[in-house]
Antibody
Framework: EVQLVESGGGVVRPGGSLRLSCAAS????????MSWVRQAPGKGLEWVSG????????GYADSVKGRFTISRDNAKNSLYLQMNSLRAEDTALYHC??????????????WGQGTTVTVSS | DIQMTQSPSSLSASVGDRVTITCRAS??????LAWYQQKPGKAPKLLLY???RLESGVPSRFSGSGSGTDYTLTISSLQPEDFATYYC?????????FGGGTKVEIK
């Protein structure tokens, strides 16, 4: 079964850090680009960051550039999101998703159920 | 960044109705557009990509069209399981962006 499972969410104070992980199974992970997409409570979808199949190309939304870092470990079939200098507006459910090609410039055809990040003092 | 504007933001429709949702990009995106369906408490599901190509397993009542900056998602005959929120997303730019969503509710 094709599956993505996120972990690492939690409650953190403003200015703090968290590292999210996404474990992939059931498909050839290193063939596909990956992204993180978040959804604030009651709001729409926001793309956060993407990475190509070998980690050689990455992209970030303006709202997180310079604070978040995406990475992947193909040997471990895992995707990561290091989040620093967290703000209240980063509070959201964070999904990882795989793209239908080797780059993150395609549709996202597999999604995880998400991990919740709450930034609050 | 490429801005994606969806309309309407919500609509009420009955089972069997034909429903059309529009997505407009702030610049041309050369059909680099995906549509997603999201139900409450669930992850989004890919419906179409490349503006008009149906994802495997998606019912044929869903279709997409458009070019340049203007794109449309059509549900030919709305079914009970189609009540959900729909999002468009462009992947023409390396900064991916979603539309604000269209909530399809039962009339």
């Amino acid at each position: 079964e094709v599956q993505l499972v996120e972990s690492g969410g939690g409650v953190v104070r403003p200015g703090g850090s968290l590292r999210l992980s996404c474990a992939a199974s059931g498909f050839t992970f290193d063939d596909y680009g990956m992204s993180w997409v978040r959804q604030a409570p009651g709001k729409g979808l926001e793309w956060v960051s993407g990475i190509n199949w070998n980690g050689g190309s990455t992209g970030y939304a303006d709202s997180v550039k310079g604070r978040f870092t995406i990475s992947r470990d193909n040997a471990k079939n895992s995707l990561y999101l290091q989040m620093n200098s967290l703000r209240a507006e980063d509070t959201a459910l964070y999904h990882c998703a795989s793209h239908s090609g080797s780059y993150y410039g395609y549709g996202m055809d597999v999604w995880g159920q998400g991990t919740t990040v709450t930034v609050s003092s | 960044d490429i801005q994606m504007t969806q309309s309407p933001s919500s609509l009420s429709a009955s089972v069997g109705d034909r429903v059309t949702i529009t997505c407009r990009a702030s610049q041309g995106i050369s059909n680099s557009l995906a549509w997603y369906q999201q139900k409450p408490g669930k992850a989004p599901k890919l419906l179409l990509y490349a503006a008009s190509r149906l994802e495997s397993g998606v019912p044929s009542r869903f279709s997409g069209s458009g070019s340049g900056t203007d794109y449309t998602l059509t549900i030919s005959s709305l079914q009970p399981e189609d009540f959900a929120t729909y999002y468009c997303q462009q992947y023409y730019s390396t900064l991916l962006t979603f539309g604000g969503g269209t909530k399809v509710e039962i009339k």
